[in-house]
């Protein structure tokens, strides 16, 4: 019996990924939330590790992901000396998050299509009066 070779999960997510930059989100933000999906909760700090991603990137991504409400944040006292360090969590799930990508895009659509419609109407009228 010939073996069959399980799918990589990082093949998987890399696709995912992709995708989610295809229908317009960040490479950075589509790299943060396909990380933060796999995780409970994450510092700055493991985000930029396991996102090939820099400083400034996570933190711009998380800024987005704030402001869409998908993320939740939460101080942590460091151990040592220093500034407490940030930890972060998804607050929607990807299926949420799918929902939230599809209706934008049928509103997208939608919008493309009235102004489709609306040339349209404005070709018809240039021909009747010419």
């Known amino acids: 019996m010939k073996k069959v070779p399980l799918p990589d999960p990082s093949d998987e997510q890399e696709e995912f990924s992709s995708i989610l930059m295809e229908i317009g989100l960040r490479r950075n933000v589509a790299k943060v939330l396909m990380y933060l999906a796999g995780v409970v909760e994450a510092t700055s700090r493991d985000i930029e590790t396991n996102s090939d991603l820099r400083q400034p990137e996570v933190s711009i991504a998380m800024r987005e992901l704030r402001e869409l409400g998908w993320i939740s944040e939460r101080d942590e006292k460091n151990p040592g000396k220093g500034r407490p360090y940030r ?44």
Do not use: V
Not at 95 to 100: A, P
């Open 87 to 130: 930890i972060y969590r998804l607050e929607k799930s990807i299926d949420e998050i799918i929902n939230y990508l599809e209706d934008q895009k049928l509103q997208d659509i939608e919008r493309s299509m009235r102004q489709i419609e609306r040339l349209k109407e404005l070709r018809s009228a240039e021909a009747r009066g010419a």
